[in-house]
């Protein structure tokens, strides 16, 4: 099941897999990969 989150709730939770936690340099559907199979989704 996917939550739904705000857009500053994505901005942050983006800019940790991306910088953070799942390391650096990963392209924009890999990382859109790993935010939805993290449980997340935005409209």
Request: hydrophobic share 40%; charged share 20%; net charge positive.
């Amino acid at each position: 099941m996917l939550l739904c989150i705000s857009e500053v709730e994505a901005r942050r939770i983006m800019d940790e897999i991306h910088g953070g936690s799942c390391g650096s340099h990963i392209g924009v559907r890999s990382l859109t990969g790993k935010v939805m199979r993290a449980g997340f989704y935005w409209p």
